[in-house]
């Protein structure tokens, strides 16, 4: 059902900012590359779920199921491909990156979709795919860039992100991670502009950006990629913060946030060992799910899946989707 899942309102809200962006803003963007970034990442999220999760599958059930039981669940679990994570991802591209050749951007989300599967813990990715495919992008091509300041500073626009990433951070229940972020960054910058004896307007000028909000909102907000616990996540978004602060001021890059997510991407991994917690579903409006992702979190794999533990890459449970 459409809008049921909470992806759905990041889909509608991030299409409508590209057609926001095109209409109010004088952008190089060009239609052809945002049907490359979604082409590209439903096709990878496609032929790598199904390449993938044989091999989950072969690990895991090759001894429990035999024959035509096998080959029956198989093709039942690779129904589900988790299209609409990828979609978000070709979206937020498409919003951030901007390139001068097709190859560019396709490199761009593959990497990024990629980055799911191959950068993993258990059952976890920690690289956050937008911002992945955005690193790898200006690492590797040549004519890649990232305007931050492609949103201007108009205070209108600051609204609309905010309404519209507050909905979602609502229903997802991940406010603390945005709210320590940008309180952090907020205080470092407002002592720094104290010291140097700067007027107020610098200060707004400089935490009034479109591009900084969209991060904030929902790039550094992805559940599936930041600590599980709340105590980590607040942790992890001063640390990013503290280093995005430091790269901006200090090493001068415009794109400072996008390389301290990068940076700080593995610290999840710590934090999680430190803090445990249930792994984030978005399947929140089906109880049944839902239930069954609470009771998985504490249960052991070893009844039914020889003592590996995690299903998520084709779960069980009516609704779950596979790697996000």
Same mark, same amino acid.
């Given at each position: 059902m459409l809008l049921k899942d909470i992806r759905d309102y990041q889909i509608l809200f991030l299409a409508s900012f590209l057609v926001l962006g095109i209409g109010t803003r004088d952008w190089t963007l060009r239609p052809e590359l945002i049907a490359v970034a979604i082409t590209t990442s439903l096709s990878t999220q496609f032929i790598l779920s199904l390449v993938f999760g044989h091999w989950s599958f072969a690990d895991n059930k090759a001894q429990s199921l035999s024959g035509g039981d096998l080959q029956s669940e198989l093709c039942k679990r690779t129904q589900s491909l988790n299209l609409r994570s990828a979609l978000i991802t070709s979206l937020g591209l498409s919003l951030l990156l901007r390139a001068d050749h097709w190859t560019t951007m396709a490199i761009a989300v593959a990497s990024a979709i990629a980055s799911k599967f191959i950068f993993r813990v258990g059952e976890k990715h920690f690289f956050n795919?937008?911002? @992945?495919?955005?690193?790898? #992008?200006?690492?590797?091509?040549?004519?890649?860039?990232?305007?931050?300041?492609?949103?201007?500073?108009?205070?209108?626009?600051?609204?609309?992100f905010a309404g519209t990433g507050g909905m979602v951070l609502q229903r997802i229940g991940r406010w603390d991670t945005t709210a320590a972020f940008l309180g952090a960054y907020s205080l470092l910058e407002a002592i720094r502009n104290f010291w140097l004896g700067w007027t107020w307007d610098v200060y707004w000028h400089r935490l009034m950006s479109g591009s900084l909000l969209l991060f904030a909102l929902f790039m550094i907000t992805d559940p599936r990629s930041m600590p599980n616990s709340r105590i980590g996540r607040v942790i992890w978004a001063m640390c990013i913060a503290?280093?995005?602060?430091?790269?901006?001021?200090? @090493?001068?890059?415009?794109? #400072?946030?996008f390389w301290a997510l990068f940076i700080l991407a593995p610290l999840t991994i710590l934090i999680d060992f430190l803090w445990s917690a249930p792994r984030f579903s978005w399947q929140r409006g089906d109880e049944e799910t839902r239930e069954y992702t609470e009771v998985r979190a504490e249960a052991s794999f070893d009844g039914n899946f020889g003592g590996n533990r995690g299903e998520e890459f084709f779960p069980s449970a009516p609704g779950a989707s596979s790697v996000q």
């Open positions: 795919p937008g911002n @992945f495919g955005i690193i790898c #992008a200006l690492i590797f091509t040549g004519d890649a860039w990232v305007s931050p300041g492609q949103w201007g500073e108009e205070w209108w626009y600051g609204l609309v503290g280093l995005t602060f430091i790269l901006r001021n200090y @090493f001068f890059l415009s794109t #400072a946030v």
